[in-house]
């Protein structure tokens, strides 16, 4: 994912949580569209999160949990 800004980043964050909204997404390759499991929803949050944190001169917060495998 490419975001602009963080304007940006946290508009898809907003958008892709609301929990009054169906969203889909690619599966694979291929043209065909389903339904985003939470898998897919936490790996978007987590793009998005990581983005945001390297703008603000916090990626640590994610690189740590990244080296340690923890999820706090």
Do not use: H
Request: no cysteine.
């Amino acid at each position: 994912m490419d975001f602009k800004n963080v304007k940006d980043a946290m508009d898809f964050l907003f958008s892709t949580n609301d929990r009054y909204s169906i969203t889909r997404v690619r599966d694979g390759d291929d043209e065909d569209w389903r339904p985003q499991t939470i898998t897919d929803l936490k790996e978007s949050n987590w793009e998005a999160l990581a983005y945001i944190a390297d703008l603000l001169g916090m990626s640590e917060l994610y690189l740590d949990r990244k080296r340690s495998n923890k999820s706090e």
